[in-house]
């Protein structure tokens, strides 16, 4: 039970923290797209 | 892991404070790069804070007790629901819920504004992720939710959630009132960023309309389900006592409520524009005040459930708020000039202004009434206090005395000063709707309420006529007085809070005759032109005109409530008894009986309970043949006196056959409940019994008493030379001695024996040795009242059993008394408390309808208005308004 626990707020922890750093990467670039215009 | 937690958290801080940054800067500089980075990191942070929120859910699922919060609230013997629900149980936790929900929202906000760069959408953005940000220091430098141990890697087990709060209710209660108050950030921000970047038409009303709804809604739904758990939770029969933390949660939903009415003034007149700006930031900041009180302990209540070192931070971060928006108000205070000026009275804006100040006047009383007793602690405000005593007895000769302990006001005061105000917003309610705006009540208009309110009195004249016939009726029935003199003591007794109910009951049935009316009209109207199903057209009455009549469904609702708090101001029938098995309690028309009191244990919950077992029965109403038949058919019975029902006497051939009956009844109904059979010793004729639950005593020993007690009761009506029980100290063990063959033969007969017994409790005749009195088993309602005792919490909470019905509800709570077979019980009829339930559906299936349906919450383009214009002229009527 435990592990199986542990298994599903792992991956669900992961998605989410995915989901976070793409947003991030997505600003980043925001940050520095136009810079060229 | 905890230190991942605390890693997570640290990051989101350090996102959250750059994308504030980037939105400011964004903002103020108008540069769209930063403006479309900063849209991006609201995201960002939201799915970050999602993840730091999986992990303390995680900690608390899995039990790791090296995190603080999770050791201070929960243990492994909670129910896995309540596991999840201890979350928001603590500071910390409900914390983190704030911040996980505020960006949330924020990211929500981000998604219905995809692609707007304007400068006043950045202003929004920036004050929402700035709001969001406070918290954020907050979690981070003063109550961490990833908090650890110092010295060691934490207890073996949690403490566990007050078991008080280990309840559906309560575990969802929090939630929707914090959202609730978190969901206020909106439309505060939309209000700000109206003042900051100059744009002071009312598009920010109508872009924040439904943000505004909703977090009406939600804090709504957190009252109410705060209430029904106060109501089946505390015992103590009410839904509302005017605890400080109950009032603290009142008064954003006062002024949020003040605001929901006159921001639609603004929209169609455009007229209170600095009211609202000022209303959406005393909202915004009373729902910082309630989660400050509700987490300090600045006024001792039932809600501190811990105390706070969060103090300071909350009381700079109001003075901050309130500084900077009166700044800004004072700053635009000329633009924000009417534009129109009220030309009657006898208009809807003049009706809303009424309303606003009514509520506003409703929210002073509640301040002050919370406030008064704090304030009157100091020794300072006594001493003024009692100058002000002083000139006033110089002065008028009065002997006043002078104040040395703190004001406190109670529940009484509260519903004694809120209530007429409550009824003049009833009132206004009822009008409201039917006065347009700017041409005022024309004659149609005056007709039609002078209409709609007297069928609303004559209805509450026959209600109020029939529950003064009803009451006079049973007092003279009870008392056995002539009618004349009932009526006259029901008249004598006759109060204020009975005045304010009768009037509740006359303006709640206006406001629905009006609300009603004017759908039906408006229904009939459009139909006549498109000739669709009278349904299919309410439902596009509704889309099309969501303010008048998605208004009308939720007036309904708090009508229906009003009656119900009508029928709470009448509420008389409450009693206070200790009683044994067999003794009754006379409620209203019915008779209690108290069957008996015994103890389970849950594993699930980890919890004894004593549970009372109430019988209620019609006064006087005979038992029914069939089971009469029953008890009559039973070997031995010679025939059936009448007792007093649901009692029925069984008369028996002899003294002996009695007893033997009675001896079998005692086996079959108390030792087959309370008690498992260890040895049956035919040769000595003993019987052995141990404790049915061994795991109850631990929890509550004084258990074992009432089981030695319900035994010797039995030997003292059988009598102490055929029976004797004995037991030894220090053992669980106790033995039934028998010395008559025949008693001993119907007493393992009992034990031996599985099936239906037509009786659930019986008693020897002690005048009339012949004869047994029983109450039949199966009949009546059975209501089974809980005392729960948690090992690790002192105070035992109480689990009420509530009868719900269309006119009252019966309520009967129970704790084991002092007395060993005793329970004290209280009852109460509590008249038309569905309703309130009933009415609080309505209420907000309308409300989440409202914010949800057609455009969801993404900002309007025209204002209902234009819908309107558009229809109106199809809708040939007398009733002009909206």
């Known amino acids: 039970m435990s592990t199986f626990l542990d298994l599903v707020f792992v991956l669900a922890t992961a998605a989410a923290l995915t989901a976070a750093l793409l947003r991030v990467a997505r600003m980043t670039h925001r940050l520095g797209a136009g810079r060229e215009r | ?882």
Request: charged share 15%; with cysteine; aromatic share 10%.
């Open chain 2, 1 to 882: 892991m905890q230190v991942f937690g605390q890693f997570l958290v640290f990051a989101s801080l350090v996102l959250t404070a750059f994308v504030a940054a980037l939105s400011l800067a964004g903002a103020i500089r108008r540069h769209p790069r930063w403006v479309r980075a900063a849209s991006e990191g609201v995201a960002a942070v939201a799915w970050l804070n999602v993840a730091v929120a999986l992990l303390l859910t995680h900690a608390l699922v899995t039990h790791d007790f090296s995190n603080r919060y999770v050791a201070s609230y929960s243990d492994t013997t909670m129910p896995a629901f309540y596991l999840l629900t201890a979350f928001w149980a603590g500071e910390k936790g409900a914390l983190l819920f704030w911040v996980v929900s505020l960006s949330l929202l924020a990211a929500a906000l981000e998604r219905v504004h995809r692609g707007n760069e304007s400068a006043f959408f950045g202003a929004v953005r920036s004050v929402v992720i700035l709001a969001l940000l406070f918290f954020d220091v907050l979690m981070v430098f003063a109550s961490h939710p990833f908090e650890t141990f110092l010295t060691s890697e934490g207890p073996a087990d949690g403490s566990g959630m007050n078991p008080l709060l280990q309840n559906p209710l309560m575990a969802i209660h929090p939630p929707f009132q914090l959202a609730g108050f978190v969901a206020y950030t909106v439309p505060f921000a939309f209000s700000l960023a109206a003042l900051i970047t100059g744009r002071l038409d009312d598009s920010w009303i109508r872009e924040s309309r439904r943000w505004n709804l909703l977090a009406w809604t939600l804090l709504t739904a957190g009252l109410v389900i705060g209430g029904l758990w106060a109501y089946v939770e505390l015992g103590w029969g009410g839904f509302w006592g005017w605890d400080p933390v109950e009032n603290a949660a009142f008064l954003p939903w006062l002024s949020g409520t003040a605001l929901l009415h006159s921001t639609a003034v603004e929209v169609r007149r455009g007229m209170l524009r600095r009211w609202n700006h000022f209303l959406v930031a005393l909202t915004f900041l009373l729902t910082i005040f309630a989660t400050f009180l509700t987490r300090s302990q600045l006024i001792s209540s039932l809600h501190a459930f811990s105390n706070s070192v969060l103090t300071p931070f909350f009381m700079d971060y109001l003075a901050v708020i309130a500084l900077a928006t009166g700044a800004l108000l004072a700053w635009r205070w000329g633009a924000l000039a009417p534009r129109e000026r009220i030309r009657s009275l006898w208009t809807r804006e003049a009706l809303v202004v009424a309303n606003s100040i009514l509520f506003l006047l409703a929210l002073f009383i509640v301040l002050w009434g919370t406030l008064l007793p704090k304030f009157s602690e100091s020794p300072r405000v006594q001493d003024a206090i009692n100058a002000a005593i002083g000139l006033w007895n110089q002065v008028s000769g009065a002997g006043l005395p002078p104040l040395r302990t703190a004001i406190t006001v109670g529940p009484e005061w509260f519903n004694r000063v809120v209530a007429p105000v409550g009824l003049l917003i009833l009132g206004l309610t009822a009008l409201g709707p039917l006065v347009p705006f700017r041409t005022g009540g024309r004659e149609a208009v005056n007709r039609a309420a002078l209409r709609t309110g007297l069928a609303a009195l004559g209805a509450t004249g026959v209600v109020v006529l029939a529950y003064g016939a009803f009451r006079v009726l049973r007092t003279s029935e009870a008392l056995d007085l002539p009618w004349t003199s009932a009526a006259e003591t029901f008249l004598g007794r006759l109060s204020l809070p009975a005045a304010y109910g009768a009037a509740g009951v006359l303006l709640a049935t206006w406001v629905i005759l009006v609300a009603v009316r004017d759908t039906i009209r408006s229904v009939a109207a459009r139909r006549a032109v498109t000739g669709a199903s009278r349904l299919r057209t309410a439902w596009t009455l509704l889309r099309d005109n969501p303010r008048r009549y998605g208004g009308h469904a939720v007036h309904v609702g708090v009508a229906l409530c009003f009656l119900s708090f009508s029928g709470a101001a009448v509420r008389e029938e409450r009693k206070d008894v200790v009683l044994t098995p067999g003794e009754r309690l006379a409620l209203g028309g019915e008779d209690l009986v108290l069957l008996g009191t015994h103890e389970t244990y849950s594993d699930a919950g980890g919890f004894a309970s004593s549970v009372s077992e109430v019988l209620a029965w019609p006064r006087g109403r005979p038992v029914p043949e069939l089971v009469r038949a029953m008890l009559g058919g039973w070997p031995g019975v010679q025939a059936l006196d009448n007792g007093d029902p649901p009692e029925v006497v069984l008369r028996f051939g002899s003294a002996g056959e009695a007893r033997r009956f009675f001896a079998n009844a005692f086996a079959r109904t108390v030792v087959a409940r309370d008690f498992q059979v260890v040895r049956l010793d035919r040769a000595r004729r003993e019987v052995h019994l141990a404790p049915a639950q061994p795991e109850t005593l631990q929890v509550v020993p004084r258990a074992f008493h009432r089981l030695t007690e319900e035994l010797r009761e039995f030997v003292r009506a059988v009598g102490e030379d055929l029976v004797t029980v004995r037991s030894r100290r220090g053992d669980p063990l106790l033995v039934l001695a028998v010395a008559d063959e025949g008693v001993f033969e119907a007493l393992a007969g009992g034990l031996d024996t599985r099936g239906a017994f037509p009786v659930a409790l019986a008693s020897l005749d002690a005048n009339a040795p012949d004869r047994v009195r029983v109450i039949p088993s199966g009949i009546g309602r059975l209501l089974a009242p809980e005392t729960r005792f948690y090992p690790k919490f002192e105070s035992p909470t109480t689990e009420v059993d509530i009868e719900t019905g269309l006119l009252y509800d019966l309520y009967v709570a129970a704790a084991p008394g002092s007395g060993t077979r005793s329970a004290s019980v209280t009852a109460m009829v509590n008249p038309l408390m569905s309703w309130l339930w009933a009415g609080s559906v309505v209420l907000l299936g309308f409300g989440f309808l409202l914010v949800f349906a057609g455009r969801g919450l993404r900002p309007e383009r025209k204002p209902a208005s234009a819908v309107e214009e558009t229809v109106r002229p199809v809708i040939a009527g007398e009733s002009r308004a909206s």
